[in-house]
């Protein structure tokens, strides 16, 4: 082959993964994901257009924004799945204990219900991401109400207060 004739994406193609050893794909999971190489320096290491890298990393879905895509879906299903898990022997319609009182027991177990009803709906509405951002919402706020229940009845919620008062005044003084 001359050296003025130009390679062929096939060429290239076998040129790459003979001189790596591995498939295109695992070579290019190599340049981007592991390397985090952009599409100028990793088309210069592997001797190609940029264009003909940008198209390599789209067919193996590994662009910056499919990759957060794909880590932002595996994050959900594990979610999904911590969830199913915790559910599995809860039975949603079961007596309230606290109900006919109005005591900070009987607001936890309501926190706790809601909190259980939420992670429900986000099974059911697994693949929807208008719902799924919403059940995020609302699962981080009880469970931050119910953070502050229990560090309030482990007596430890004025030493948490304190702290973001020092804090605060620390961050006061550097103004």
Same mark, same amino acid.
């Given at each position: 082959m001359s050296s003025d004739k130009l390679l062929t994406n096939k060429e290239h193609k076998e040129r790459i993964e003979k001189a790596y050893g591995k498939s295109l794909k695992d070579v290019?999971?190599?340049? =981007?994901? %592991?390397?985090?190489?952009?599409?100028?320096?990793?088309?210069?290491?592997l001797g190609i257009s940029k264009e003909l890298f940008v198209t390599w990393r789209t067919q193996f879905q590994l662009g910056p924004m499919q990759r957060a895509a794909n880590m932002?879906?595996?994050?959900r299903n594990e979610t999904i799945k911590r969830y199913q898990n915790e559910l599995e022997e809860v039975n949603l319609q079961r007596k309230f204990e606290y109900k006919s009182e109005t005591s900070l027991r009987g607001f936890k177990e309501m926190i706790e219900r809601l909190?259980? =009803?939420? %992670?429900?709906k986000g099974i059911l509405n697994n693949k929807d991401a208008t719902s799924n951002l919403s059940m995020v919402l609302q699962v981080g706020i009880l469970e931050g109400v119910l953070d502050y229940i229990n560090k309030y009845e482990e007596d430890n919620l004025e030493k948490q207060f304190q702290s973001e008062i020092h804090l605060l005044k620390w961050l006061a003084i550097e103004r």
């Open positions: 290019m999971h190599e340049m =981007v994901v %592991k390397r985090n190489l952009d599409q100028w320096d990793g088309s210069e290491v932002a879906e595996q994050h909190l259980e =009803v939420e %992670k429900q």
